[in-house]
Structures are given as C-alpha cells and as structure tokens.
C-alpha cells in the first residue's frame, strides 16, 4: 500500500507540473509581451521583498558569534600558511629577530578558585 500511495503523490505532482507548463507556455504564445512584464513584475516584487527582508533582519547574536569565529579561523590559518615555507619549516618571526615581546592578553583573566581547601568526601 506504500508503494501505491507514494505512486499516486508523484502522478499528481507531475500533472500539476505539466498544467502548468501548458499555461506558461499558452500565456506566452497568446500575448508575449504581457507574459513577459508579468515575469519582469514579479522579479522586481522578489527583489524588492528581498532587499527589505535582508535591510530589516537582525542576524541572532549566535550567528554574529558564529561569523566572528570563522572570521578569526580563517586569519589564524592564513598566519600559519605565512609562517612556513614550501619545504614545511617555519620562518623565525619579526619579534623572535628583534627582540619584542608579544603583547600580553589583557581580555584574558584568571578566576581565583578554591584550590587549597580540601574537599569533603565520605570514606567508602
């Protein structure tokens, strides 16, 4: 009964693909001028529900977050295709041949913890 029932959606389908069709095709030989500023009409409706929906749509912060980390994936392995040469060694880098330390991480912090207190845990 399965095979018939999916049989059965795909014969409608079809036939409602092949009305179509012949419209289409008996629009476009009854008058093809009108067709033709029906189809640029609605291609200019499309557009311009495209260009609102994508001025006015807010990305959520996930996909801003998501953007920004692919962002910095690509500039990360960017670096490191810099670095080395064709034959896979790195090159020494500007800070190593100057001198300069790197700049430290500031937006990093360490949370102080609870490393000295024992915990208290029952003896099995």
């Known amino acids: 009964m399965a095979f018939l029932k999916n049989r059965t959606s795909s014969i409608f389908a079809i036939s ?3 009305l179509a069709l012949i419209g289409i095709l008996s629009s476009f030989i009854g008058n093809p001028t009108v067709f033709l500023q029906k189809i640029a009409v609605m291609i200019l409706v499309g557009l311009i529900v495209y260009f609102v929906f994508k001025r ?7 996909k801003r977050e998501q953007k920004a980390f692919l962002r910095a994936a690509k500039k990360t392995a ?4 810099r670095k080395k040469t064709d034959d896979g060694t790195k090159h020494r880098t500007l800070t190593k041949l100057t001198g300069i330390k790197k700049k430290s991480t500031a937006h ?12 208290n845990r029952a003896s099995l």
């Open 16 to 18: 409602i693909v092949l």
């Open 78 to 81: 960017k670096k490191v295709h």
């Open 56 to 62: 006015f749509y807010k990305p959520s912060p996930e």
């Open 108 to 119: 990093l912090t360490v949370i102080e913890g609870k490393k000295n207190k024992k915990k």
